[in-house]
């Protein structure tokens, strides 16, 4: 697609239950990250894709965080038994190489739409 | 510590009007910075970025200095329109990490 896309935009949910975030990250773009946004604070760094290289898994907040990006395509963000400290805005982005390498339009991340989690 | 601080945490300005935003980092080593513009339920936009040696680089009404030996970047908007309202969020990139250090942003209102 034209953009990173990005869904559910919003979920409301139980207490204890699982939910999916899923993102579709702009063709051909080789590195995916998840952040998540609280009101009012800064963006948390949860993990991060290259290529087929491990994951960086090292911003989830805990076990019940996880992600898998299938075909170096999309990606899935599940969270387990969710919590109520865990409502916030889930963004994506995505861009052509690792963000550090280039100050250049290679590094330059795209950024989803983002999913709202509310847990009630 | 790996800090990126923004003022102010809000700034209400009439149209028309300039107004400058500041971002101070303490993240090193230092790859690049970047200014994104994030309107109210939308992911964030970038508006620029600035290398270890660019001093200022321009979009349009957005102006963005960088003094790496102070290590401060400032986010000069001329001209204010309505739309620029929105949280203006100042990135941060180490040499070769992978994560990005974000400001928690400053909420631009801008009134007719």
């Known amino acids: 697609g034209a953009g990173v896309s990005q869904s559910p935009s919003n979920k409301v949910t139980e207490k204890g239950k699982d939910v999916e975030l899923r993102c579709d990250p702009i063709s051909g773009h080789t590195a995916l990250y998840w952040y998540r946004q609280s009101l009012g604070q800064g963006l948390e760094f949860l993990i991060y894709f290259q290529g087929n290289s491990a994951p960086d898994k090292s911003g989830l907040p805990s076990d019940r965080f996880s992600a898998e990006r299938t075909g170096g395509s999309v990606s899935t963000l599940t969270i387990q038994r969710t919590q109520q400290e865990d409502s916030a805005v889930y963004l994506c982005?995505?861009?052509?190489?690792?963000?550090?390498?280039?100050?250049?339009?290679?590094?330059?991340?795209?950024f989803g739409e983002g999913s709202r989690l509310t847990v009630l | 510590k790996n800090q990126v601080e923004q003022s102010p945490q809000s700034l209400i300005i009439l149209e028309g009007k300039n107004c400058t935003l500041q971002c101070n980092y303490t993240v090193s080593p230092f790859s690049n910075l970047r200014w994104y513009k994030q309107d109210t339920g939308r992911g964030p936009v970038s508006l620029t970025i600035m290398t270890f040696s660019e001093n200022t680089k321009s979009n349009g009404r957005y102006t963005a200095t960088l003094d790496a030996d102070t290590k401060q970047s400032s986010l000069h908007i001329t001209a204010s329109q309505l739309s620029d309202s929105a949280s203006y969020i100042c990135v941060v990139i180490r040499g070769s990490a992978r994560q990005l250090t974000f400001g928690s942003g400053t909420q631009l209102t801008v009134l007719p």
């Open positions: 982005a995505s861009s052509l190489n690792i963000a550090g390498t280039s100050g250049g339009a290679g590094g330059e991340l795209f």
